[in-house]
């Protein structure tokens, strides 16, 4: 029963230890497969001797019966004969042949019970080999859904960490700080380059059109009656206002007379 032991353990074994320890799952279950066949051939060869022993047995026994039946015929030939000294010599060894005869019978009705027990385990260790084999898909898809799961895990944590967003947000403000940087150059570049009276004239403009804007937005307030309605104080102001440029108008108009007169000259 030695075989048997060794079997039981390898079935007994932690498969899916097996599986967790070993770098290629499949590669070790199909190893399991080829160690329980060959497990399996070495308990057919056990037990084919067992049913071999058992067979010698019986022959045996039935030997020694079929010697005792010799032996009584002769001593029943002797008592026809007269020969009563042979015939209790027969019958001796007729005894002889008919002990021996059951304590074969004996043995072989206990190597029976073993045998018998031996080809019930090789069956058994036939149909667990089958049902491993069988098992052998369901863990192999449980253990790829687990690498799997575990992807999807690391794929997820990967995904928690902060670091990649972070490190966009890094970049954003790098590149809005050279946004700033290059928007800073052009305008130092605007106001020290280029002709400087021609970008206070337009300075200028522009702040008469925003002052224009700003007056048209008064004048629209005052329509609705937002506002009350302009005093006299404004328009004097404004008339002043107009003569002061008539007169800077004059001033301008005698320099270029001047300038003209000196051309001449």
């Known amino acids: 029963m030695g075989i048997f032991d060794r079997i039981s353990t390898l079935l007994k074994s932690n498969i899916n230890?097996?599986?967790?320890s070993a770098e290629d799952p499949e590669k070790m279950l199909n190893q399991i497969i080829v160690?329980?066949?060959?497990?399996?051939?070495?308990?057919?060869?056990?037990v084919a001797g067992a049913i071999a022993d058992e067979k010698r047995l019986r022959d045996q026994a039935d030997a020694e019966i079929r010697h005792a039946q010799d032996w009584e015929q002769k001593a029943m030939l002797a008592v026809q004969g007269g020969r009563d000294d042979l015939a209790r010599q027969a019958l001796v060894r007729?005894?002889?042949?008919?002990?021996?005869?059951?304590q074969l019978e004996e043995t072989w009705a206990r190597h029976r019970q073993e045998t018998d027990a031996l080809k019930n385990s090789l069956r058994d260790l036939n149909d667990r080999i089958e049902e491993a084999k069988r098992k052998k898909n369901l863990l192999l898809a449980r253990q790829r859904r687990a690498q799997a799961q575990k992807r999807i895990s690391e794929t997820m944590s990967a995904l928690s960490?902060?670091?990649?967003?972070?490190?966009?947000a890094r970049m954003e403000e790098r590149i809005e700080h050279n946004e700033r940087q290059i928007r800073a150059s052009a305008e130092i570049d605007q106001e020290f380059s280029g002709?400087?009276?021609?970008?206070?004239?337009?300075a200028l403009e522009k702040g008469d059109s925003s002052m224009s804007a700003d007056l048209q937005l008064l004048a629209l307030k005052q329509k609705m009656g937002m506002l009350p309605a302009a005093s006299s104080e404004p328009k004097r102001q404004l008339?002043?206002?107009?003569?002061?440029?008539s007169a800077g108008d004059e001033e301008l108009a005698e320099l270029e007379d001047v300038s003209e007169q000196e051309d001449h000259g």
């Not at 960490?161 to 966009?168: I, L, Y």
């Open 239 to 245: 008339r002043s206002g107009e003569a002061g440029a």
């Open 94 to 102: 007729h005894s002889e042949h008919v002990e021996h005869a059951r």
């Open 195 to 202: 002709d400087r009276l021609s970008q206070e004239f337009r």
């Open 35 to 46: 160690d329980m066949r060959e497990q399996l051939v070495k308990a057919k060869q056990q």
């Open 161 to 168: 960490e902060k670091s990649a967003f972070e490190a966009f």
């Open 17 to 20: 230890d097996l599986i967790n």
